[in-house]
């Protein structure tokens, strides 16, 4: 019996969920890529109020913009810190659940995007639902077809938090700043 607080920063919106043995006790989100580090603190709060026992933190680990990840990564670590209980991460991408009957798929292959900024997105691909290809950065000119406007799910965030565990987040592309001496 565990009952998990789901939260991911990886798109646009700050997604944070409590789990209890796979039902979804609280679900909310906040729409806005620089209201991450308000939103998630208050969403957290409301979200307490369904239950105060956690027993782990299952954090989305992206690919995503690198401040939007910290923010949710770091709320994430200093939660399950504080109340000395586990954090694991997953592939953001990964938690995408997608339902072929509602997207018109004809199979079970597919491909999920969400905005990478700077006229790119994130992407990777799925065979019968496991990841056959990436997580990648690219146009979207470049990607032969694809799902986008579709978020991480809670439940699928948590369902994915016992068979995966990334420690590291999912940065594709360099960072913006560079130091001083690196500069030409």
């Known amino acids: ?75 994430a670590q200093s939660f399950a810190l504080a109340r000395s209980i586990p954090w694991v991460g997953v592939c953001s991408l990964d938690a995408i659940r997608i339902d072929s009957t509602s997207n018109d798929l004809s199979t079970d292959e597919y491909t999920v995007a969400i905005d990478a ?12 639902g496991l990841r056959i290809s990436g997580p990648a950065v690219d146009k979207p000119e470049d990607i032969e077809q694809f799902i986008t406007n579709i978020f991480p799910d809670v439940t699928k965030l948590v369902e994915l938090s016992s068979t995966q565990n990334v420690r590291e987040p999912m940065y594709l592309r360099s960072p913006d700043a560079i130091p001083t001496a690196d500069r030409r």
């Open 117 to 128: 900024r700077r006229k790119q997105v994130y992407w990777a691909s799925y065979k019968a």
């Open 1 to 75: 019996m565990t009952v998990s607080l789901a939260i991911d920063t990886a798109t646009s919106r700050t997604i944070v969920g409590i789990v209890d043995n796979g039902v979804v006790v609280f679900e909310d989100f906040h729409e806005g890529a620089t209201d991450h580090g308000k939103a998630i603190s208050e969403l957290v709060t409301q979200a307490l109020k369904s239950t105060k026992l956690v027993d782990q933190v299952v954090i989305g680990m992206g690919p995503g913009p690198f401040t939007g990840l910290r923010v949710g990564i770091t709320f």
